[in-house]
């Protein structure tokens, strides 16, 4: 069983940073592409960041570049989002996904992950 875990969310100010962590256990992590998206009520999901399964290639949308970078240590188990300049349209759950293809492509499309973690909550005030 695969599991992801989210932390480090939680209140900020607006124009604070942030860095979440997803942890993951089971399966093999290493061969993952992983995402972070977000969810905000009465909207689709939106993703936000994403890397390869060695680390190495990282993607985001042009409405998030600059100021959301993730990265990942197939050592520790790990990706991480890093998340600076909030703003208050930021708020909301954000979740780790994991895909076996290694690349993302399919996340990147809109397609489903393989596995996913339950989220973890920002809210940024203003």
């Known amino acids: 069983q695969v599991l992801l875990t989210e932390s480090g969310g939680g209140l900020v100010q607006a124009g604070g940073s942030l860095r979440l962590s997803c942890a993951v256990s089971?399966?093999?992590?290493?061969?993952?592409?992983m995402a972070w998206f977000r969810q905000t009520p009465g909207k689709e999901r939106e993703l936000l960041s994403l890397?390869?399964?060695?680390?190495?290639?990282?993607y985001s949308p042009d409405s998030v570049k600059g100021r959301f970078t993730i990265s990942k240590d197939n050592a520790k188990n790990t990706v991480w989002l890093q998340i600076k300049s909030l703003k208050s349209e930021d708020t909301g759950v954000y979740y780790c996904a994991a895909a076996r293809d290694g690349l993302g492509f399919d996340l990147i499309k809109g397609g489903e992950p393989d596995y996913r973690g339950q989220g973890t909550q920002v809210t940024v005030s203003i």
């Open positions: 890397i390869n399964s060695s680390g190495t290639i990282a």
């Open positions: 089971g399966g093999t992590f290493s061969e993952y592409a």
